[in-house]
């Protein structure tokens, strides 16, 4: 399932190259380009699903596992202090990119990243 005007369908796929920290048959996690904090990452699908909506349940609940193992490694990686797990659907929670992501957003004492 792929939407041919989505940049995250070409990220996710490896056709635009990305800061790639994970890959496996179902997801890519990259990084943010324009991170709130040191290490800001995405988990994607390889395939195309607008919303949290659309995803279906065996693969968003896959995607929540993989955020769980990534979050914990990220205090190592990165050093932070503890982590955001962010899922924006729609415009007004603040969604720009309509290819269900998740954030994983490191934190570190005092930074005040707003999130
Ligand atoms: P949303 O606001 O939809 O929850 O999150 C979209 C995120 O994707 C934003 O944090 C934005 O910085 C990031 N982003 C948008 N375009 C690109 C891109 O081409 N490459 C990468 N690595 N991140 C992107
Ligand atoms: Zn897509």
Do not use: W
Not at 23 to 31: K, S, T
Not at 70 to 84: E, L
Not at 91 to 107: K, S, W
């Amino acid at each position: 399932m792929r939407d041919d005007k989505c940049i995250f369908c070409k990220i996710a796929n490896g056709e635009i190259p990305s800061a790639t920290l994970y890959e496996d048959e179902d997801f890519r996690v990259i990084l943010d380009l324009g991170p709130a904090t040191k290490g800001h990452a995405l988990i994607l699908p390889k395939n195309h699903f607008a919303n949290l909506f659309e995803i279906p349940e065996d693969m968003d609940a896959k995607a929540f596992i993989l955020a769980k193992k990534i979050a914990k490694k990220m205090k190592d990686v990165f050093g932070c202090d503890g982590v955001n797990i962010v899922q924006n659907n729609g415009v007004a929670a603040g969604q720009t990119v309509f290819h269900f992501h998740i954030h994983l957003i490191p934190r570190y004492e005092g930074d005040h990243a707003g999130v």
